[in-house]
């Protein structure tokens, strides 16, 4: 089928290969043609609530123009961390990545060279100033400097409750969202500076804005902390030519993650918490919001610039039943 649009003077174009469908994209302001492919069963999916088939990824329509960047990634031996670095992978960066444990690390590692990607795998808590200075010297001495810094490192616990809740418990939470995160671009943006197209991501999250999703007060005020420094940090890095966003997910569904738990455990509490508080009818993946992280980065996004991007497909603040906090 074919639609000409008058006002352009162009004609959008679908054609039927095989068992795919290709679109012409015509949006494209120079003379080339773009050629996005989905498998017919991915359609299905879509058009089901379901994530999409990820063999579309073997299809990359537009070029990143982030080949061969030095990509960093805390936090990467799985969900969004690992993600990310596939979603990277893919674009031909050489990866620096970093976990806890050596089990998990090596996992990942194994994962991403089956990509046949560049990889420098780093055992390191973030947490640790001397593990956070370690990862970024590492990465500095593999590749003589570092493009792209993705914070991922995060996490939640302690008491959800004021009188439940401890110093320890705030510190702990602040520590591992919060202060790692200030610590590794302290210690990283110095080797990205003058670098060809340097940026920064930092993974927040909606509970840094909803308190009914937030699980506890440490936990939203540490997220709320990077999306509110989001714009002061631009602001200051960009003296050095380095951009700096924010990404917040929403609730997302990871095999094994909390969410996953849940949804084994109580799956009607987790049917309802679905059908209430997500209008798209699913969880989001860690491979969306992946695809978000990496276009930040790339040279595409340059006009972007401290700013928090929410990825949730629209998540409304409707908590799990027993996870309300009133």
Same mark, same amino acid.
């Given at each position: 089928?074919?639609?000409?649009?008058?006002?352009?003077?162009?004609?959008?174009?679908?054609?039927?290969?095989?068992?795919?469908? /290709?679109?012409? $994209?015509?949006?494209?302001?120079?003379?080339? =043609?773009?050629? +996005?492919?989905?498998?017919?069963?991915?359609?299905?999916?879509?058009?089901? $609530?379901? @994530? @999409?088939?990820?063999?579309? +990824?073997?299809?990359?329509?537009?070029?990143?123009?982030?080949?061969?960047?030095?990509?960093?990634?805390?936090? /990467?031996?799985?969900? %969004?961390?690992?993600?990310?670095? =596939?979603? *990277?992978?893919?674009? #031909?960066?050489?990866?620096?990545?970093?976990?806890?444990?050596?089990?998990?690390?090596?996992?990942?590692?194994?994962?991403?060279?089956?990509?046949? /990607?560049?990889?420098?795998?780093?055992?390191?808590?973030?947490?640790?100033?001397?593990?956070?200075? +370690?990862?970024?010297?590492?990465?500095?001495?593999?590749?003589?400097?570092?493009?792209?810094?993705? $914070?991922?490192?995060? #996490?939640?616990?302690?008491?959800?409750?004021?009188?439940?809740?401890?110093?320890?418990?705030?510190?702990? %939470?602040?520590?591992?969202?919060?202060?790692?995160?200030?610590?590794?671009?302290?210690?990283?943006?110095?080797?990205?500076?003058?670098?060809?197209?340097?940026?920064?991501?930092?993974?927040? !999250?909606?509970?840094?804005?909803?308190?009914?999703?937030?699980?506890?007060?440490?936990?939203?005020?540490?997220?709320?902390?990077?999306? *509110?420094?989001?714009?002061?940090?631009?602001?200051?890095?960009? !003296?050095?030519? %380095?951009?700096? $966003?924010?990404?917040?997910?929403?609730?997302?569904?990871?095999?094994?993650?909390?969410?996953?738990?849940?949804?084994?455990?109580?799956?009607?509490?987790?049917?309802?918490?679905?059908?209430?508080? *997500? &209008?798209?009818?699913?969880?989001?993946?860690?491979?969306?919001?992946?695809?978000?992280?990496? *276009?930040?980065?790339? &040279?595409?996004?340059?006009?972007?610039?401290?700013?928090?991007?929410?990825?949730?497909?629209?998540?409304?603040?409707? &908590?799990? &039943?027993?996870?309300?906090?009133?």
């Amino acid at each position: 089928m074919v639609t000409s649009i008058l006002r352009r003077h162009i004609k959008i174009t679908s054609i039927t290969i095989a068992d795919s469908i /290709a679109t012409i $994209n015509p949006l494209e302001t120079t003379p080339r =043609m773009v050629i +996005r492919v989905r498998p017919r069963h991915d359609l299905d999916n879509i058009a089901h $609530n379901r @994530p @999409p088939c990820r063999l579309t +990824r073997k299809v990359r329509p537009v070029d990143l123009r982030l080949k061969d960047a030095v990509v960093l990634v805390t936090g /990467a031996s799985r969900g %969004i961390g690992l993600a990310t670095a =596939m979603e *990277f992978a893919a674009e #031909g960066c050489h990866l620096v990545i970093s976990a806890r444990t050596q089990a998990d690390l090596d996992s990942a590692a194994q994962a991403l060279h089956a990509k046949a /990607a560049s990889v420098t795998a780093v055992l390191a808590d973030v947490t640790i100033p001397e593990d956070s200075q +370690r990862l970024v010297d590492t990465a500095v001495a593999a590749h003589g400097g570092i493009d792209v810094l993705i $914070n991922n490192v995060g #996490g939640s616990g302690g008491g959800k409750r004021i009188l439940d809740s401890t110093d320890d418990d705030w510190r702990r %939470i602040l520590e591992v969202n919060l202060l790692q995160t200030v610590r590794m671009m302290r210690l990283a943006t110095p080797h990205m500076a003058g670098r060809k197209a340097p940026a920064v991501v930092n993974i927040a !999250s909606i509970s840094g804005w909803t308190p009914q999703l937030a699980g506890s007060g440490q936990y939203g005020a540490a997220k709320a902390a990077l999306i *509110f420094n989001g714009e002061l940090w631009a602001l200051d890095l960009w !003296s050095q030519g %380095i951009r700096l $966003n924010t990404v917040s997910p929403g609730s997302i569904l990871v095999p094994g993650n909390g969410w996953d738990r849940y949804r084994e455990a109580e799956p009607q509490g987790y049917a309802d918490y679905v059908t209430h508080g *997500f &209008p798209m009818g699913r969880l989001g993946t860690a491979e969306e919001v992946a695809d978000v992280i990496v *276009f930040l980065c790339s &040279p595409r996004a340059h006009w972007i610039n401290g700013r928090n991007i929410p990825v949730d497909g629209l998540e409304q603040p409707y &908590p799990a &039943p027993g996870r309300k906090p009133f």
